[in-house]
């Protein structure tokens, strides 16, 4: 039996109004920090935020602006850039030197 439905009444949709992003799209305060924190060291290891954000192939008013607001996009860029992964990124936890960057497990000599 074909039965007749009627679009739901006007803002009643899942989707948020048109120019409003959800929330969770974009990085929490903790994780914002973190990302600037890791951006500061990549860039001194790399001689300078021009040459980052060359690596990275973002222009450098990118790195410049990443104070004001940043994305997952940025952070992703970012631990490609330093080698690292991106939860490492995201979490602050520091690289232990000579462990293995994916499950941390330390070379035995």
């Known amino acids: 039996m074909l039965r007749v439905v009627h679009p739901a009444p006007r803002g009643q949709g899942t989707r948020p109004p ?36 060359s690596v990275m192939g973002v222009s450098p008013d990118t790195l410049n602006n990443i104070r004001r607001g940043t994305s997952y996009g940025i952070a992703v860029l970012l631990a490609r850039a330093g080698g690292i992964p991106i939860e490492q990124v995201l979490s602050g936890r520091p690289h232990v030197a000579g462990a293995c960057a994916l499950c941390g497990r330390k070379a035995v000599s």
Do not use: M, Q
Not at 25 to 47: C, K, S
């Open 18 to 53: 048109a120019g409003h992003k959800s929330p969770r799209l974009y990085p929490t305060r903790d994780e914002r920090r973190r990302i600037r924190a890791v951006e500061r060291n990549i860039a001194r290891a790399y001689g300078g935020r021009d040459v980052l954000a």
